[in-house]
């Protein structure tokens, strides 16, 4: 296993102390820092995604506002 290093203000540390007393704080950190990642990875996933209907809708055909009328009276019984 790694050793992580890092400061945090000392009001976080004390908050933390005190609500995880009695528990292995190393592995809070670990549940955290991969809860972070996760997150992280999600919101890239999601912001490429974004991207790319974005870059779909670029090259899409174009529909005028007649053409759009038209075929939603087609569709209607």
Do not use: W, Y
């Not at 950190?29 to 670029?58: C, F, K, S």
């Not at 506002?65 to 019984?77: F, I, K, S, V």
């Amino acid at each position: 296993m790694a050793t992580v290093n890092f400061s945090v203000p000392e009001a976080i540390k004390q908050s933390f102390n005190e609500t995880f007393k009695d528990q292995n704080k190393s592995a809070i950190i670990a549940e955290l820092m991969r809860e972070a990642v996760e997150r992280a990875q999600r919101r890239q996933r999601h912001v490429e995604a974004i991207d790319r209907i974005l870059e779909r809708r670029q090259h899409a055909p174009r529909l005028t506002e007649e053409e759009l009328r038209c075929a939603r009276e087609d569709g209607r019984p």
